[in-house]
């Protein structure tokens, strides 16, 4: 296997976009990424597109607009971790030799989409959890009452990642929304699935991001900073099993044990992390999940300023979902993008210091008798 | 007599007690799948039989969505239910006077959750016994 390194990265802003079409978002991101890694859009030997709605030839779509044509593309869906999944499979082609260098496109419409202006619902029109009403912020709802009830969160609690990450985003020049709340105006904001309210939820958004994978041999005719994937996992979760302790995220706890023996490093190696927060409650299962304190310490841990920007591990320095917005397909993508800056060095007022691993995790999709998610990856970096 | 509309045919079974929920249970591990599964995903045994789910629970989770969902109008409320056969249910509670409590005594109640094309559409819920 061989080594694989992000040559290029670009993003759009991301917000509320609706005169914008999918084509012109993806291109400018395509765009972006291709001028960052210093390429000629000729030299892309491969493409996967990631889009989770409404979704078709996609890649194929954005790519003509800058003169890729002729060679192997693809679209994948794989729900909020489509475009994980997309970056994976393009680390596969290039670390098994098949191909040199690749793009990844990211890219979703939500404010235009068919899910636009509801609570996304499961997936599968027959899906009993989707016709007896369980929808996303629902089902993570459910895993709040239970922090609250089982494990003495307070409500208080719950908002922390919120505030945190919406502090975060005031740095973040892509953010959806750059504004500071306090803890009081997130918890008096609209109660959407109580006890999560509008502020602990994901918006609806649009936007892009792109990475351009290729060899270290390719690299460094281009670069000296080589940022490489350490590892790259995908794992679908378990369809029968709900969980005896649903705050327990042990589908990301055996992904992220992969991730770490697969780059030979421990959560203690790690210098920041980008995951998926759609609801603020789950960021505090996922620090125990992620192996960020021990079993049952999350809340101790968050409280301890431990994932602040300085802090000893910082979660979301981009804002997360929560400011940034969750354009599906695009927010796995979105968060490599990040990641790498830091690793860079290149990420302005936000830049966690001296930054050299990072993990980017996305995680999505829910099914009936599920309370793990569907599909689940990491990518780790290090320079 | 005309034939009652389900939210989903597989998991509705009528007998001499009237309606009942119903699951699929391994005949060999003997784990229990809701909603059914054609085998045991488990031991990939093929035998499974049919067996009705409890109809009393305790509630180990819920919230309140406030927004349309599925064909529910808000406010609509949202369970997990322990059941005493180990398995735990999503399903929908019925709105009482007093708030739900984490732990409380829940019973199913089988009956018409919407309606479609003039007609009854036939689901389960779960109640608090005391309120």
Redesign the interface.
Known sequence: MRDVVILGIGQTMFGKLPNSTVDELGTQAAERAIEDAGIHPKDIQVAYGARAVDAQVSVQSILRRIGITQIEMHNVENACASGSTAIHLLWKDIAYGIYDIGIVIGVETMTTSSLAGRLIPPAGKDDLNRLIGVTMPSSFALIGRRLMEARGATREDLAYPSFKNHRNACMNPFAQYKKAFTIEEIINSKVICDPLTLYECCPFTDGSASVILCSEEVAKRHTTKLIKIASSVIMTGTYDIVEKDITNFTQLERLAKIAYEKAGIGAEDLDLIELHDAFACEEICAYEALGLCPSGEGLAFMNSGATEIGGKIPVNPSGGLLSLGHPLGASGTRVVCEVTSHLRGEAGQRQVRDAKVGMAEMVGGYLAGMTNPVVGGIQILTK | MEEPIF??DD?FKSGVNGLSVVANKCNRCG?I???K?KYC??CFNKEMTEVEISRRGKL????????P????NPP?A???IDLPEG??????LVMGNKEFK?GSEMEMVIGPVWMEDGKAVI?YKFKDINN
Not at chain 2, 60 to 67: G, L, P, R, V
Not at chain 2, 69 to 72: A, E, G, T
């Open positions: 939210i989903r998991i784990k799948a809701f909603p599964t995903v488990h180990y989770s819920y919230t309140i969505t406030h927004y969902v599925s064909k529910f609509h949202i369970g997990l398995i735990r249910i999503h399903t929908p984490v689901g």
